[in-house]
């Protein structure tokens, strides 16, 4: 018969079977893991030897979500020190607690910390805030344009910005510096009105306004925008010298402001039409009394004496007039040598030159005698207070009549170094048209001659001019 097992020996092989179980267990997994190292490896090796293959891969997969929506910012509340009660921890065990647990009112808690701790910006502010973001960086582009004398991308951008920022002042008055530079005085004029409307003690606006109504004969109104930039900036002294310049203007021309009246104090008078006749220099009263002496004349019959002594006094005459003349000369010869003689040596500083500059202003001559003892490179110490439209004016005279003729002058440093001096950049805006005449003849004088200088310089010195 055979002998019974055991309580131990039965444990005993129920603790091997179970061991026995297990370790095959073991090798399975461990079998697992390193085939799929062993497939992770291959693919990894196959990546490396083709990239693009993994791009293909994707192809046709659903998009990333929230990638392109962006995330909403937080604002930064502060805390509050508030005492936070602690809920008591409920035992596993009690049941009776768990019971009288009101998990509605938990949610409610919870849902009411989650909104006071955390405080998110609206949409619209979100979008608001992007807008003004892209407005500035709009206006940057619009900035390095300018500087780089693309005005019309210039314009492109500081109109994106405007569209963006219709609030912001600067970005009107950004625009109408560029139309200023193309000229287009009514359109600059028109987006500083808008940038003044915006930001009633924006100077930069007023000063390019007067700038555009100046060009357009408007000089009272242009006199009343350079006075408002002298009230927001009395120690502007561009703005003085541009209203000086204004008002001497005036009063050399003798103009008269037209008188502006309200509909009330207005004449109810109508209005009479004039004819008006143009008339040549000798008018009809001449023409008779021309008739009259001739016919006068006709009648006169002089004998042989009245003639010998009418021929005397005539050659008398003539004979004075002409000794007149040459005395005359004489002065203006002697003269000429002696203030000839006078012309100062090149000026050290810039008091000295303005000094000189005052004492040859009358003689175009001296003038270019005297600037011709100046060496290019110290035009920007000499004019370091900046440069006045009718200096500018002057030495463009003188470079374009009397340097170009002479071969031993380099206009291309004249012009260089002219065009480094401070404040050049805003007095072209003042040119008139015999200056830009001069200005296109001495750059196409030194075009012929391009051959002598770096293309890179010289296209350089073409944009410094604007041309």
């Given at each position: 018969?055979?002998?019974?097992?055991?309580?131990?020996?039965?444990?005993?092989?129920?603790?091997?079977?179970?061991?026995?179980?297990?370790?095959?267990?073991?090798?399975?997994?461990?079998?697992?893991?390193?085939?799929?190292?062993?497939?992770?490896?291959?693919?990894?090796?196959?990546?490396?030897?083709?990239?693009?293959?993994?791009?293909?891969?994707?192809?046709?997969?659903?998009?990333?979500?929230?990638?392109?929506?962006?995330?909403?910012?937080?604002?930064?509340?502060?805390?509050?020190?508030?005492?936070?009660?602690?809920?008591?921890?409920?035992?596993?065990?009690?049941?009776?607690?768990?019971?009288?647990l009101d998990v509605d009112k938990m949610c409610d808690e919870i849902?009411?910390?989650?909104?006071?701790?955390?405080?998110?910006?609206?949409?619209?502010?979100?979008?608001?805030?992007?807008?003004?973001?892209?407005?500035?960086?709009?206006?940057?582009?619009?900035?390095?344009?300018?500087?780089?004398?693309?005005?019309?991308?210039?314009?492109?951008?500081?109109?994106?910005?405007?569209?963006?920022?219709?609030?912001?002042?600067?970005?009107?008055?950004?625009?109408?510096?560029?139309?200023?530079?193309?000229?287009?005085?009514?359109?600059?004029?028109?987006?500083?009105?808008?940038?003044?409307?915006?930001d009633a003690k924006y100077t930069k606006a007023y000063h390019r306004?007067?700038?555009?109504?100046?060009?357009?004969?408007?000089?009272?109104?242009?006199?009343?925008?350079?006075?408002?930039?002298?009230?927001?900036?009395?120690?502007?002294?561009?703005?003085?010298?541009?209203?000086?310049?204004?008002?001497?203007?005036?009063?050399?021309?003798?103009?008269?402001?037209?008188?502006?009246?309200?509909?009330?104090?207005?004449?109810?008078?109508?209005?009479?039409?004039?004819?008006?006749?143009?008339?040549?220099?000798?008018?009809?009263?001449?023409?008779?009394?021309?008739?009259?002496?001739?016919?006068?004349?006709?009648?006169?019959?002089?004998?042989?004496?009245?003639?010998?002594?009418?021929?005397?006094?005539?050659?008398?005459?003539?004979?004075?007039?002409?000794?007149?003349?040459?005395?005359?000369?004489?002065?203006?010869?002697?003269?000429?040598?002696?203030?000839?003689?006078?012309?100062?040596?090149?000026?050290?500083?810039?008091?000295?030159?303005?000094?000189?500059?005052?004492?040859?202003?009358?003689?175009?001559?001296?003038?270019?005698?005297?600037?011709?003892?100046?060496?290019?490179?110290?035009?920007?110490?000499?004019?370091?207070?900046?440069?006045?439209?009718?200096?500018?004016?002057?030495?463009?005279?003188?470079?374009?009549?009397?340097?170009?003729?002479?071969?031993?002058?380099?206009?291309?440093?004249?012009?260089?170094?002219?065009?480094?001096?401070?404040?050049?950049?805003?007095?072209?805006?003042?040119?008139?048209?015999?200056?830009?005449?001069?200005?296109?003849?001495?750059?196409?004088?030194?075009?012929?001659?391009?051959?002598?200088?770096?293309?890179?310089?010289?296209?350089?010195?073409?944009?410094?001019?604007?041309?």
């Amino acid at each position: 018969m055979a002998s019974k097992i055991s309580d131990y020996e039965r444990k005993l092989v129920e603790m091997q079977y179970q061991l026995k179980e297990n370790n095959a267990y073991m090798q399975d997994c461990f079998q697992d893991l390193n085939s799929w190292t062993k497939d992770i490896k291959e693919k990894e090796k196959k990546v490396l030897e083709n990239p693009e293959s993994i791009k293909n891969s994707n192809k046709g997969l659903p998009p990333i979500r929230n990638l392109a929506t962006p995330k909403k910012k937080k604002k930064k509340v502060k805390k509050e020190n508030v005492p936070v009660q602690k809920s008591k921890k409920l035992n596993s065990y009690d049941y009776r607690a768990w019971d009288k647990l009101d998990v509605d009112k938990m949610c409610d808690e919870i849902d009411q910390a989650k909104t006071s701790s955390s405080e998110y910006t609206t949409d619209e502010e979100w979008e608001e805030q992007q807008r003004k973001t892209r407005a500035d960086w709009e206006k940057e582009r619009g900035n390095q344009f300018f500087k780089d004398n693309m005005l019309n991308e210039a314009i492109n951008c500081y109109t994106s910005a405007i569209q963006l920022d219709p609030m912001n002042a600067v970005y009107p008055a950004n625009r109408a510096m560029c139309l200023l530079k193309q000229e287009k005085y009514a359109a600059a004029e028109v987006d500083c009105t808008a940038s003044i409307q915006l930001d009633a003690k924006y100077t930069k606006a007023y000063h390019r306004r007067a700038n555009a109504r100046f060009k357009l004969g408007k000089f009272e109104q242009a006199k009343q925008d350079y006075e408002m930039v002298l009230k927001l900036e009395p120690n502007s002294k561009l703005a003085q010298s541009e209203l000086n310049k204004l008002e001497q203007l005036v009063e050399s021309r003798n103009l008269v402001f037209p008188i502006v009246k309200r509909d009330e104090d207005k004449s109810t008078k109508p209005l009479k039409r004039i004819l008006i006749e143009e008339i040549n220099d000798q008018s009809v009263e001449k023409q008779e009394v021309k008739k009259n002496l001739e016919e006068i004349n006709q009648k006169i019959v002089l004998t042989a004496k009245d003639q010998s002594l009418f021929n005397v006094e005539k050659k008398e005459e003539e004979n004075k007039v002409v000794e007149k003349i040459e005395k005359i000369q004489l002065e203006e010869k002697n003269e000429l040598k002696i203030e000839s003689k006078t012309i100062p040596n090149a000026p050290s500083n810039g008091y000295q030159f303005k000094k000189d500059w005052q004492f040859l202003n009358n003689n175009m001559e001296q003038l270019a005698i005297y600037f011709q003892k100046i060496k290019p490179e110290e035009y920007p110490k000499l004019f370091l207070n900046g440069l006045e439209s009718d200096q500018l004016s002057k030495i463009l005279l003188i470079f374009s009549q009397y340097f170009i003729k002479d071969s031993n002058i380099n206009l291309f440093d004249c012009l260089k170094y002219l065009s480094q001096v401070k404040r050049f950049n805003t007095q072209l805006m003042f040119l008139t048209t015999a200056d830009k005449t001069a200005i296109n003849n001495l750059l196409s004088h030194i075009e012929c001659q391009k051959e002598k200088y770096d293309k890179n310089e010289l296209d350089k010195l073409i944009k410094a001019y604007n041309v």
